[in-house]
């Protein structure tokens, strides 16, 4: 089926360029975004929706095209087909990312969409997510649901504010700069063609949110300071003596949308890096959680954003840059993202926050799970979202051993457990 838009192609962000940079063969820097129903996906139904909210998002339902001097982001001509699930973010071919660098899968109950990250990011897939969702239950239920700022109605026309490039629109003058050191990476045999294996641990949220309270930080920072300890516990048994410790370093997605009034649907994310020295591995929890928050409180400051956002866009407003031909740039960028992106962190924590339903749609969905690639040289990744009461913690890992999820898990629940204790019902 042809399939038409008022939405003209544009040029990759920033941001979308490096993610296009880092492609490799067995490799694609995908998010994955499921929703688990009470009863059995419909593939008939399923399809019907999709076809009904892709000229919604022709942001997000996009392929990836090359021209000589710069990608564009291109509306689909053909609706794309569902498929049934054999794989769990496997790697996007060159052909599916010119066509199309989505796809939507369904296996049992679960419906999963996929997103390679050039397109968009965790805020963007799940308006996409939640507009698929809801319009297959329209359809499969007659089920009227409400709009919301993270659910679309799919017959209204695409905002022009969501396709435009806030990179630009809000970096500040002065340019962040940044230094490449050796950070811890986790030991693990790379898996082959790319395969990806997911581990879920499901805890109650109020528990971990009456915990983060206790300490006056926010979730993340919690989460982000178990993190820290079981990495720095993996890192202890292989280097007992000390002498090959390297700081640890954790990759905090930040969404900008919390700071500027952005209404994109593209790309407008950036990263905190918290940082653990040798020396900080002696601390109480409550010296790590008192340290990764000043952190992130300094990272995601506006200005400091606002600064980091500038020198990423730094190269665009050079006219050098702008007349050089695409294989040219594209190696480049591909060269520094190497040196700098790869090694910069050990694993990203990335926390969705609470996902909302409409009344109207939450009784039929049971579960949300958000799940990350993990990066060429980074063996693991961490989404993580709540729901329902619930929170997914998402490990993703391309290698056999399980060991983080397994350390991550006893010590969350030991960490929580001690908290409660601690604090009793003064939370």
């Given at each position: 089926?042809?399939?038409?838009?008022?939405?003209?192609?544009?040029?990759?962000?920033?941001?979308?360029?490096?993610?296009?940079?880092?492609?490799?063969?067995?490799?694609?820097?995908?998010?994955?975004?499921?929703?688990?129903?009470?009863?059995?996906?419909?593939?008939?139904?399923?399809?019907?929706?999709?076809?009904?909210?892709?000229?919604?998002?022709?942001?997000?339902?996009?392929?990836?095209?090359?021209?000589?001097?710069?990608?564009?982001?291109?509306?689909?001509?053909?609706?794309?087909?569902?498929?049934?699930?054999?794989?769990?973010?496997?790697?996007?071919?060159?052909?599916?990312?010119?066509?199309?660098?989505?796809?939507?899968?369904?296996?049992?109950?679960?419906?999963?969409?996929?997103?390679?990250?050039?397109?968009?990011?965790?805020?963007?897939?799940?308006?996409?997510?939640?507009?698929?969702?809801?319009?297959?239950?329209?359809?499969?239920y007659a089920v009227s649901v409400s709009v919301t700022d993270t659910l679309f109605h799919p017959d209204d026309l695409p905002a022009e504010e969501e396709q435009r490039d806030d990179y630009f629109t809000y970096a500040g003058k002065q340019m962040e700069v940044f230094k490449s050191s050796s950070v811890y990476q986790l030991p693990g045999k790379p898996l082959s063609a790319g395969k990806v294996l997911v581990t879920t641990d499901f805890i109650d949220s109020d528990r971990i949110l009456k915990a983060a309270r206790?300490?006056?930080?926010?979730?993340?920072?919690?989460?982000?300071?178990?993190?820290?300890?079981?990495?720095?516990?993996?890192?202890?048994?292989?280097?007992?003596?000390?002498?090959?410790?390297?700081?640890?370093?954790?990759?905090?997605?930040?969404?900008?949308?919390?700071?500027?009034?952005?209404?994109?649907?593209?790309?407008?994310?950036?990263?905190?890096?918290?940082?653990?020295?040798?020396?900080?591995?002696?601390?109480?929890?409550?010296?790590?959680?008192?340290?990764?928050?000043?952190?992130?409180?300094?990272?995601?400051?506006?200005?400091?954003?606002?600064?980091?956002?500038?020198?990423?866009?730094?190269?665009?407003?050079?006219?050098?840059?702008?007349?050089?031909?695409?294989?040219?740039?594209?190696?480049?960028?591909?060269?520094?993202?190497?040196?700098?992106?790869?090694?910069?962190?050990?694993?990203?924590?990335?926390?969705?926050?609470?996902?909302?339903?409409?009344?109207?749609?939450?009784?039929?969905?049971?579960?949300?799970?958000?799940?990350?690639?993990?990066?060429?040289?980074?063996?693991?990744?961490?989404?993580?979202?709540?729901?329902?009461?619930?929170?997914?913690?998402?490990?993703?890992?391309?290698?056999?051993?399980?060991?983080?999820?397994?350390?991550?898990?006893?010590?969350?629940?030991?960490?929580?457990?001690?908290?409660?204790?601690?604090?009793?019902?003064?939370?």
């Amino acid at each position: 089926m042809d399939h038409k838009s008022s939405v003209s192609s544009y040029p990759l962000d920033n941001s979308a360029i490096i993610h296009m940079a880092a492609r490799r063969r067995n490799h694609t820097n995908s998010f994955r975004i499921a929703i688990t129903l009470r009863e059995p996906v419909c593939k008939e139904t399923l399809q019907r929706a999709l076809e009904h909210i892709t000229q919604r998002f022709p942001a997000v339902i996009a392929g990836i095209r090359s021209g000589f001097f710069q990608y564009r982001v291109v509306p689909v001509r053909d609706i794309p087909k569902v498929k049934e699930e054999t794989e769990c973010l496997a790697p996007m071919r060159k052909n599916e990312i010119r066509d199309c660098a989505f796809r939507v899968l369904y296996c049992q109950n679960r419906i999963a969409a996929e997103f390679f990250h050039s397109l968009t990011d965790g805020y963007g897939g799940m308006v996409v997510m939640n507009t698929l969702a809801a319009e297959y239950l329209r359809l499969k239920y007659a089920v009227s649901v409400s709009v919301t700022d993270t659910l679309f109605h799919p017959d209204d026309l695409p905002a022009e504010e969501e396709q435009r490039d806030d990179y630009f629109t809000y970096a500040g003058k002065q340019m962040e700069v940044f230094k490449s050191s050796s950070v811890y990476q986790l030991p693990g045999k790379p898996l082959s063609a790319g395969k990806v294996l997911v581990t879920t641990d499901f805890i109650d949220s109020d528990r971990i949110l009456k915990a983060a309270r206790c300490h006056g930080v926010s979730v993340t920072v919690f989460l982000c300071a178990v993190m820290a300890v079981s990495v720095m516990e993996i890192q202890s048994g292989n280097f007992p003596n000390g002498k090959q410790w390297k700081p640890v370093q954790i990759m905090v997605p930040v969404d900008l949308r919390k700071l500027f009034p952005s209404r994109t649907l593209r790309n407008f994310c950036l990263f905190a890096l918290v940082r653990i020295t040798r020396q900080d591995e002696k601390s109480s929890f409550r010296g790590l959680l008192r340290m990764i928050e000043s952190q992130m409180n300094t990272q995601k400051a506006r200005n400091y954003m606002q600064n980091v956002m500038a020198a990423h866009i730094r190269a665009e407003k050079f006219p050098l840059y702008r007349a050089a031909p695409l294989f040219l740039k594209w190696t480049a960028v591909r060269l520094i993202h190497w040196i700098m992106g790869e090694n910069n962190s050990c694993i990203s924590l990335s926390n969705l926050g609470v996902a909302t339903m409409p009344e109207e749609m939450s009784r039929y969905v049971e579960r949300i799970e958000f799940v990350l690639t993990p990066r060429v040289r980074s063996l693991y990744n961490c989404g993580v979202v709540s729901y329902n009461g619930k929170t997914a913690i998402n490990f993703s890992r391309n290698c056999e051993a399980s060991e983080l999820e397994k350390i991550f898990s006893r010590k969350l629940r030991q960490m929580v457990q001690i908290t409660e204790q601690d604090c009793g019902g003064n939370v």
